[in-house]
C-alpha cells in the first residue's frame, strides 16, 4: 500500500508540474500578434502596450526619443507564424521574418526581446530587449 | 491515542521533519526564484504558483530519486559486500545469497507465506526480488519525472536568458541532467560510505 502511495505521488507530481508543461500558448501568441500587428499598421504607441516595463524602458534610453517612435524605427516585421514554444512562464514566438521572446507578467504576457537573430552557442541578438 | 503515538512515534517524528524540511525548501526556493526573476525583469510569482512550478518539482524530485537510489542500491549490496562490526551488515560468513530453505521460499515455505513465495519458478524468481525491483521501479520513475520537470524547468532558465529552448532528448544528454543525477548519486551512496566511521 505505502508503494503504491509513493507511485502516485510522484505520478501527482507529474501531473501538477504539467501545469508549467507550456499551456499557455494563447496568451504569447496573443501578445506576438498584437505587438507585430500594431508595428504593421504603424501604431507605434499599441506596439509599446505590449512590451514589458523594462523592455520598454530600456528601449527609450537606448533610443533617446519616445518609445512609440524607437519601436516603429527598428522596423520589426511578423506575419507569418512558425512556432511557438511555452515554458514556465517564458516562451520564444517564430515568425517567418522574426522571433520575439515573452514574459508571463501580473498583467498577462507582454514581450520582453524582439528583432532576435539566433546565433550557434550564444544568446539570441536581438534590437528590442529587457 | 496516547498508545498509537507510542507504537508510531519513529514514524511520526520523522514524517513532521520532512515536512518541515519539505516546507523549509518551499519558502526558501521560492525566495531564490522570485529573486532571479527580479534579476531578469521578469515577473515574480506566489507561493502557490511556485509550488506548481517545474522548478520546485524537479527539486523535489531530485530528493526522492536520491531515497530510492540509496534502497535499491542497499538492498542489492548488502547481499554481497559486508562491513565488519555495523549493525547493518550481514554477519562475514554469511556473504551472499542465502538458501531457499533459509529464505523459506519454494518447497520450504509455511503454510502463511505468500503465494509466491510457495510456487516456485519466474513467480518465486521475482518475488524473491521484489524489494530491490520496487526500490529500482520507483528510483526509476522519479528519474523520469525529473528529466520531464528538469527538462521544462531548464527551458525556462533559457528563454529568461534569450537563449533557443532544446528538446527531452537533448536535456537528457545536458550537463544539467548529468550534474543534477550523480548529485543524486553522491548523495545516496554516503549515508553508506560513513558506516565504518
Known amino acids: ?130 | 491515542m496516547r498508545l498509537f503515538l507510542r507504537d508510531n512515534g519513529l514514524s511520526l517524528f520523522f514524517g513532521l521533519i520532512f515536512l518541515l524540511a519539505l516546507s523549509g525548501q518551499a519558502v526558501a526556493g521560492h525566495a531564490d526564484f522570485d529573486n532571479q526573476q527580479l534579476a531578469q525583469g521578469l515577473q515574480p510569482i506566489s507561493l502557490g504558483s511556485y509550488l506548481t512550478s517545474a522548478a520546485f518539482a524537479t527539486d523535489v524530485m531530485e530528493n526522492w530519486q536520491s531515497e530510492f537510489l540509496q534502497f535499491f542500491l542497499y538492498v542489492f549490496a548488502t547481499v554481497w559486500l559486508v562491513q565488519r562490526g555495523s549493525p547493518e551488515s550481514k554477519e562475514i560468513d554469511k556473504v551472499g545469497r542465502e538458501s531457499d530453505e533459509d529464505q523459506k521460499v519454494g518447497p520450504f515455505a509455511e503454510d502463511d507465506s505468500p503465494r509466491w513465495a510457495r510456487g516456485g519458478g519466474l513467480r518465486t524468481a521475482i518475488y524473491s526480488r521484489s524489494l530491490g525491483f520496487a526500490m529500482a521501479t520507483i528510483f526509476v520513475l522519479s528519474w523520469l519525472a525529473q528529466s520531464i520537470t528538469g527538462v521544462t524547468a531548464y527551458n525556462e532558465q533559457q528563454l529568461s536568458q534569450l537563449e533557443a529552448p532544446i528538446s527531452w532528448l537533448s536535456y537528457v544528454t545536458s550537463a544539467d541532467f548529468w550534474s543534477r543525477t550523480c548529485r543524486t548519486g553522491s548523495r545516496s551512496s554516503w549515508p553508506w560510505a560513513r558506516w565504518p566511521f
Open chain 1, 1 to 130: 500500500m505505502r508503494r503504491v502511495l509513493q507511485v502516485l505521488g510522484i505520478a501527482g507530481v507529474l501531473a501538477v508540474s504539467g501545469c508549467g508543461l507550456g499551456t499557455d500558448e494563447g496568451g504569447a501568441v496573443t501578445a506576438a500578434r498584437g505587438f507585430y500587428g500594431a508595428l504593421d499598421s504603424g501604431d507605434g504607441a499599441k506596439a509599446c502596450a505590449q512590451l514589458s516595463i523594462e523592455a520598454r524602458q530600456k528601449l527609450v534610453v537606448s533610443a533617446g526619443t519616445a518609445c512609440a517612435k524607437a519601436v516603429t524605427s527598428l522596423q520589426l516585421s511578423g506575419r507569418t507564424l512558425r512556432r511557438v514554444e511555452v515554458y514556465g512562464h517564458g516562451a520564444r514566438v517564430v515568425f517567418d521574418s522574426d522571433t520575439a521572446f515573452a514574459a508571463d507578467f501580473a498583467d498577462g504576457w507582454r514581450i520582453t526581446a524582439a528583432g532576435c537573430k539566433e546565433r550557434a552557442t550564444l544568446p539570441y541578438d536581438c534590437k528590442l530587449e529587457s
